[in-house]
Structure formats: C-alpha cells, structure tokens
Nanobody, 114 residues
Framework: VQLQASGGGLVQAGGSLRLSCAAS????????MGWFRQAPGKERELVAT???????NYADSVKGRFFISRDNAKNTVYLQMNSLKPEDTAVYYC?????????WGQGTLVTVSS
C-alpha cells in the first residue's frame, strides 16, 4: 500500500493550492480519508477528514478556507486550500484510516509567504 501526496509548493498569502493524495495497492472504500499537517517545532495536527458517507470535519483554523473531497473510484483525497496564510505553512500528510488500519502518505510541503 502506498499513499502518494502531491500539490505542495510556495504560494503568496491569499493564494490557493490543491493537494492530492492517491493510494494504490487496494481499495479504500470505508476508510476515513484525511489531511494532517506539521509545522516546524509543532506537533502534527488534524486539518480535515472525509468519511465514506460524505461527512466532513475541519479544524477551526481552516474552516471556510479549506475544502476536502474524495474520489473513491480513484482512491484519492483532495484538499483545496484557499486564502492561504503564513501560519498554514507546514508539511501536509494524508492519512487513510479505519479503527484497525492507518496508512500515511509521505508528506508534501506547503510554504506560504507573507
């Protein structure tokens, strides 16, 4: 099983980026797909999750700016990030999980300049 995250980069404050995370090796229907991030010197934190039935959950700091979606046929989760702020700078990780399994992607760096 591999989770490949992509879409990170350098963007100015107020800009947008779209992250993608594609999984291979099996089907992930029934898994919660999510994004986490870790800023320098800080612990990894939840950004957003999306379950199979369409329920989403967001960190308060990104509500109204970030939007998570998934394509079950492609085993892919997306994170549309708008109105980016310097404090959004972090390595972003995707995670596919159930109560029994957790799979992490390798991380993609997002840098927001002021």
């Amino acid at each position: 099983v591999q989770l490949q995250a992509s879409g990170g980069g350098l963007v100015q404050a107020g800009g947008s980026l779209r992250l993608s995370c594609a999984a291979s090796g099996r089907t992930f229907l029934g898994y919660v797909m999510g994004w986490f991030r870790q800023a320098p010197g800080k612990e990894r934190e939840l950004v957003a999750t999306h379950n199979t039935w369409g329920a989403t959950n967001y960190a308060d700091s990104v509500k109204g700016r970030f939007f998570i979606s998934r394509d079950n046929a492609k085993n892919t989760v997306y994170l549309q990030m708008n109105s980016l702020k310097p404090e959004d700078t972090a390595v972003y990780y995707c995670r596919f999980s159930t109560a029994r399994d957790i799979f992490w992607g390798q991380g993609t760096l997002v840098t927001v300049s002021s």
